[in-house]
T-cell receptor, first 112, second 114 residues
Framework: DGGITQSPKYLFRKEGQNVTLSCEQNLNHDAMYWYRQDPGQGLRLIYYSQIVNDFQKGDIAEGYSVSREKKESFPLTVTSAQKNPTAFYLC???????????FGSGTRLTVV | QKEVEQNSGPLSVPEGAIASLNCTYSDRGSQSFFWYRQYSGKSPELIMSIYSNGDKEDGRFTAQLNKASQYVSLLIRDSQPSDSATYLCAVTPSGGSTLGRLYFGRGTQLTVWP
């Protein structure tokens, strides 16, 4: 079955650590997106990519980095520069047709 | 920044009633509108999309769009306790590519009580 796989489901980060969240899709979608969700704040866009080897900053890119070396993969690194990383992270993808996103199941990141 | 506004709720309705969820958006040129359902602790799931003025029905769900008023709504008929979730409104911005981002509202929490 086609879909988006995010891993891990839960992730714990120590202060000063970088961590990488995985997002893989087998939907043959061109565009992929990373959102962060905090309680009461809705979804905020971190980064997105419309084509391999290219990506754009979203609204809250500081402290995050991404790469898009393959069409299927769009990993997100939460760096130590991100001071408040505890949140629910959602990866999504989209085709060129006028449809909404397909979301992965999310990664819940907690700072310990 | 494109604004998408939703009543945060919570909205509470009895089982069998009609739940009405509302969304307004600031970008007059927006063309595509989506409703997502998100259960607690889960990721959003697309339940309705609408692109033209008027109503679009899918089972117990009806999406209504009025571009002149910059307003989109979701009606849930015969509400069930399983409809209890947060409903997110999402909008595509004008002038963007078909692979561009969506803008989301903060969501309306719906509770359907037996």
């Amino acid at each position: 079955d086609g879909g988006i796989t995010q891993s891990p489901k839960y992730l714990f980060r120590k202060e000063g650590q970088n961590v990488t969240l995985s997002c893989e899709q087998n939907l043959n979608h061109d565009a992929m997106y990373w959102y962060r969700q905090d309680p009461g704040q809705g979804l905020r866009l971190i980064y997105y990519s419309q084509i391999v080897n290219d990506f754009q900053k979203g609204d809250i890119a500081e402290g995050y980095s991404v790469s898009r070396e393959k069409k299927e993969s769009f990993p997100l690194t939460v760096t130590s520069a991100q001071k408040n990383p505890t949140a629910f992270y959602l990866c999504a993808s989209k085709t060129e047709r006028n449809y909404g996103y397909t979301f992965g199941s999310g990664t819940r990141l907690t700072v310990v | 920044q494109k604004e998408v506004e939703q009543n945060s709720g919570p909205l509470s309705v009895p089982e069998g009633a009609i739940a009405s969820l509302n969304c307004t958006y600031s970008d007059r040129g927006s063309q595509s509108f989506f409703w997502y359902r998100q259960y607690s602790g889960k990721s959003p799931e697309l339940i309705m999309s609408i692109y033209s003025n008027g109503d679009k029905e899918d089972g117990r769900f009806t999406a209504q769009l009025n571009k002149a008023s910059q307003y989109v709504s979701l009606l849930i008929r015969d509400s069930q306790p399983s409809d209890s979730a947060t409903y997110l409104c999402a909008v595509t911005p004008s002038g963007g590519s078909t692979l561009g981002r969506l803008y989301f509202g903060r969501g309306t929490q719906l509770t359907v009580w037996p």
